[in-house]
């Protein structure tokens, strides 16, 4: 059982940055994809981000050259590093792990997940 806590959430300008992690509870390093999803009130769970334990990684068309995912293996942690925020991107985002090779972007795909943090953005 993996376990994910997701911090770093909040409220930013429109323009801004904000930097979300998640630390697993156990090793992912060579086990596990992660992922970032992000949940707006009234709308399904969409994939962000996903980055494969190797780091080759896959983004949404809409945070493409905005949003970067990264992995330390060595401490069991994924960033979400997000700029140029717009108010579109207001949502719960959560963390979540898949375990194989792949960076899967369907949410089913996903067997572990975190609570999720609240980021807001204001125009």
């Known amino acids: 059982q993996v376990q994910l806590v997701e911090s770093g959430g909040g409220l930013v300008q429109a323009g801004g940055s904000l930097r979300l992690s998640c630390e697993a509870s156990?090793?992912?390093?060579?086990?596990?994809?992660m992922g970032w999803f992000r949940q707006a009130p009234g709308k399904e769970r969409d994939v962000v981000a996903a980055i494969a334990w190797n780091g080759l990684s896959e983004y949404a068309d809409s945070v493409k050259g905005r949003f970067t995912i990264a992995r330390n293996n060595a401490k069991n942690t994924v960033y979400l590093q997000m700029n140029s925020l717009e108010p579109e991107d207001t949502a719960v985002y959560y963390c979540?792990?898949?375990?194989?090779?792949?960076?899967?972007?369907?949410?089913?795909?996903?067997?572990?997940w975190g609570q999720g943090t609240q980021v807001t953005v204001s125009s």
């Open positions: 156990e090793r992912t390093r060579t086990s596990y994809a």
């Open positions: 979540a792990a898949a375990y194989g090779l792949g960076r899967p972007i369907k949410a089913s795909e996903y067997a572990y």
